[in-house]
């Protein structure tokens, strides 16, 4: 049982390249999250996915896409990278019942430098 | 409205000492209040949690101590240890979880 796993653990990238940042969990959760961790900001919810088939904006979604390929997995898209989404990127899976996130199980998170 | 304003930012404390974490909100549809726990290079887990009809929540160390009226809550670690050096988030929760700005932790021995 892996719980919620990212790849890749580390990447650089140069200014307008893109990337996918992959999440994957085992725990059946029907919720899943991207965030971004920056000094001093906190944990900020970029997109959401509430059930597989759905996805949502979340409080800083400019500059991203996702894609809720099936239960397991969610992956997030750079299209073309700016310095200013140089962060640590964590997934996250929930079980969301009753319009209700409950526990979050974080992944080891995703840290990228665009030059 | 959706705000979760934390603080310290940062917190020193001795071997043994008591570190308090504070967390302000205003949204009073938030129904759930959990704190989360980082260590370096690992991504947070659920450290312990409260609902708002519930003044305080223990467990073992940790305490939550909650203050609906005035939309406060707080993390104590008692006896804190060297291992307990990490950074702490608190949250609150309406469909999705909105988390404070994370304060870090360093306990000396």
């Known amino acids: 049982n892996a719980g919620v796993t990212q790849t890749p653990k580390f990447q650089v990238l140069k200014t307008g390249q893109s990337m996918t940042l992959q999440c994957a969990q085992d725990?059946?959760?029907?919720?899943m999250y991207w965030y971004r961790q920056d000094p001093g900001m906190g944990l900020r919810l970029i997109y959401y996915?509430?059930?597989?088939?759905?996805?949502d904006k979340g409080e800083v979604p400019n500059g991203y896409n996702v894609s809720r390929l099936n239960k397991r997995e969610f992956s997030l898209r750079l299209e073309s990278a700016a310095p200013s989404q140089t962060s640590v990127y964590f997934c996250?899976?929930?079980?969301?019942?009753?319009?209700?996130?409950?526990?979050?199980?974080f992944g080891p998170g995703t840290r990228l430098t665009v030059t | 409205q959706q705000q979760v304003k934390q603080s310290p930012q940062s917190l020193i404390v001795q071997k043994g000492g008591i570190s308090i974490i504070n967390c302000a909100y205003e949204?009073?549809?938030?129904?759930?209040f959990p704190w989360y726990q980082q260590f370096p290079g690992k991504g947070p887990a659920l450290l312990i949690a409260?609902?708002?009809?519930?003044s305080e929540k223990k467990e073992g160390r940790f305490t939550i101590s909650f203050n609906k009226s005035a939309k406060q809550f707080s993390l104590h670690i008692m006896d804190s240890q060297p291992g307990d050096s990490a950074t702490y988030f608190c949250?609150?929760?309406?469909?999705?979880?909105?988390f404070g700005t994370g304060t870090r932790l360093q306990v000396f021995p």
């Open positions: 996250a899976s929930s079980v969301l019942a009753g319009g209700r996130s409950y526990e979050q199980y």
């Open positions: 725990m059946n959760h029907n919720s």
């Open positions: 996915s509430a059930s597989e088939g759905t996805t």
């Open positions: 949204n009073t549809a938030f129904d759930y």
């Open positions: 409260i609902r708002p009809d519930v």
């Open positions: 949250a609150a929760r309406t469909d999705k979880l909105i």
